[in-house]
């Protein structure tokens, strides 16, 4: 699957990852839901790291469709609230 994480690029992420990048998808819903700033933060931090580690960078040139966007490193919470869905950022 392509990644996008807004501001930076993209990556392509085997779908075997989905289910340890859920855990912190359900992890970042339930602090966004709370209003827990700090946990939010660090959270945010931890799955973009995971994305970062696990996926392959696409070239800059590539415009390859997104099949999941995600936020930059610096999005308020405020932000990351709007982009939600019913099961977080990653759906399943």
Do not use: C, K
Request: charge should be negative; charged fraction near 30%.
């Amino acid at each position: 699957m392509i990644v996008r994480i807004m501001g930076e690029g993209q990556v392509a992420l085997a779908d075997s990852h989905l289910a340890e990048l859920n855990r912190l998808d359900d992890e970042l819903l339930t602090e966004v839901e709370s209003g827990d700033g700090p946990g939010f933060r660090s959270t945010l931090e931890a799955l973009l790291v995971r994305v970062r580690e696990l996926g392959t960078p696409l070239p800059d040139d590539s415009l390859e469709p997104s099949e999941l966007i995600l936020p930059s490193s610096d999005a308020t919470l405020e932000e990351v609230r709007a982009m939600l869905r019913d099961d977080g950022l990653i759906p399943g």
